[in-house]
């Protein structure tokens, strides 16, 4: 069989003809396997989904009870038979829940890897390298310029901005699902032990991650009708990106704007969002992760999707290897 009669792209998403399923598609079909949360990998509307228990409750949290016909739940490392095809979950280090899927026939392995890093998350289960026939890889951070500095040495910027300015508040832009509570986590590992304040936006899925008995510390909404703006002179204030374009940001006192996101290894994209502390925090394998990941699944072919696919596909061909481009639309990450 070859790999391409496994796993073929559609208009839709990558499809299954001999399971008859779809890996995270963007249009609404009859059996979806979603890798993890994020908005343009699981949405609402279609008649089945397999995937973790924690990727069903945040699409649950977000879209809804009834955002498909019926659900299953994987477990990592639980063999699923979906139409005579073998399906295995395994963990995949980009958010809580999120999963790589091992699809298996007649003796062909495909990894479809979603979104994944290798960067240690205390917040979600750390990536897997999985053996494997053919290895899908995303590349959005796949340039060799993209190699991200440690989470903690980031997080160390920020507080000691917060300590050199402590009548101002800091006011950190991170995605709802992921982003937001590893921020969260990395801040507490410093040792800091203050309240953190979040944007409403975020409480849900902040709250999900409490549930799922990841310790995020004192986690209070940031509002100020009871106080004054001096009440969080010295804060840090964590909300979505979307917060800073709306009067949010102005209710804090001298706000300083800070990103949380891989792309702000880009200068130029900090200076032209406003962001004057820019923090290079991402839940994305950088160049080296994809480079050495790639290695590890000893897989012979290689298939590129969601971002720079030519850089890693030149690199993969250098180093031996066969690969090619997805092409897959429809995936604007809602975290980077
Ligand atoms: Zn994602």
Not at 83 to 89: A, D, E, L, W
Not at 178 to 204: N, S
Not at 223 to 230: A, L, N, P, R, Y
Request: net charge negative; glycine share 10%; aromatic share 8%.
């Amino acid at each position: 069989m070859r790999a391409q009669d496994l796993l073929k792209p559609r208009p839709e998403g990558l499809y299954c003809p001999p399971g008859d399923f779809y890996i995270d598609p963007v249009g609404q079909v009859s059996r979806a396997l979603v890798t993890h949360g994020h908005s343009d990998h699981a949405r609402a509307g279609h008649a089945a989904v397999l995937a973790t228990r924690e990727t069903l409750d945040i699409m649950a949290l977000r879209y809804g009870g009834d955002f498909a016909g019926t659900t299953q739940a994987a477990s990592f490392g639980e063999e699923i038979n979906v139409n005579g095809v073998r399906v295995v979950f395994h963990p995949a280090g980009h958010v809580l829940g999120s999963a790589q899927i091992a699809v298996t026939y007649n003796g062909l392995c495909i990894v479809a890897s979603g979104d994944y890093k290798r960067a240690p998350d205390p917040t979600c289960a750390a990536f897997e390298p999985i053996k494997c026939d053919v290895f899908i890889t995303e590349a959005t951070f796949g340039l060799p310029v993209f190699r991200h500095p440690k989470g903690l040495d980031e997080i160390g910027r920020l507080l000691r901005s917060a300590t050199q300015f402590p009548e101002r508040a800091h006011v950190v832009g991170a995605y709802a699902l992921g982003k937001a509570q590893r921020v969260m986590r990395l801040i507490r590992d410093t040792g800091y032990e203050r309240p953190i304040y979040i944007h409403g936006a975020l409480a849900t899925i902040t709250e999900y991650y409490r549930s799922q008995d990841i310790d995020l510390g004192r986690i209070e909404p940031a509002t100020v009708e009871k106080g004054s703006k001096g009440d969080f002179a010295g804060a840090i204030i964590i909300g979505p990106p979307t917060a800073f374009a709306d009067r949010w940001a102005r209710r804090f006192p001298d706000p300083i704007s800070c990103f949380a996101s891989g792309w702000m290894r880009i200068r130029q994209r900090a200076k032209q969002g406003g962001v004057e502390l820019p923090l290079i925090i991402s839940d994305h394998a950088d160049w080296d992760e994809l480079t050495e990941t790639i290695k590890e699944t000893g897989a012979a072919e290689i298939w590129v999707t969601h971002g720079r696919e030519e850089a890693l596909v030149r690199w993969c061909e250098l180093e031996g290897i066969a690969a090619r481009p997805l092409h897959l639309v429809g995936y604007e990450d809602e975290g980077d």
